[in-house]
């Protein structure tokens, strides 16, 4: 009798699929984590970009995750199952490098240092372009910052 064999990433996504997270590329080049939580997915990113956790460190996590209820001016209230599941995928993978450790004001990645640093070249007014809106919109100019890849390469400033 012929013995069928499974390869080892077919057996990754088939146990991730039967929890329902969302796996990525092995050897994939993003800051989005190899495991993607479905929930965050779902959640979070149904209004805006599933930002990746380590642009962010553990206490900011905590800090928005305790004030959904005014989330930047909305109401992003979740059941508290709900919001212990995110909260036990977000801080594990938080950013814990030099880089991303201070806690930002307003735990907003945008006003973060290294992300000022970063975008320091940036025009005030590319910002308020419609199609920016703002800059924690990522993917208005980051073309492949929903797979969370912010390479230099894929950056396309909207006119």
């Known amino acids: 009798m012929k013995r069928a064999t499974i390869s080892l990433a077919a057996a990754i996504l088939l146990a991730a699929s039967l929890d329902g997270t969302v796996v990525k590329a092995a050897g994939s080049k993003d800051l989005l984590p190899a495991m993607m939580s479905e929930k ?28 959904l209820d ?17 909260s036990k995928w977000l801080e594990p993978l938080a950013g814990t490098y030099k880089k991303v450790r201070e806690e930002p004001a307003e735990d907003r990645i945008t006003k973060a240092a290294w992300f000022v640093r970063e975008h320091r070249k940036i025009d005030a007014e590319v910002w ?21 890849n912010y390479n230099d390469k894929f950056v396309r400033i909207p006119k």
């Not at 970009?49 to 004030?67: C, D, E, N, Q, V």
């Open 40 to 67: 965050y997915r779902t959640e979070c990113a149904s209004c805006h970009l599933a930002y990746p956790p380590a642009l962010l460190p553990a206490a900011s996590w905590r800090r928005l995750l305790s004030h």
């Open 70 to 86: 005014n989330h930047y001016g909305v109401d992003a209230s979740l059941e508290p199952a709900e919001v212990l599941e995110i």
């Open 128 to 148: 308020l372009r419609p199609s920016v809106k703002s800059a924690a919109n990522c993917a208005a100019c980051h073309t492949t910052a929903d797979d969370g």
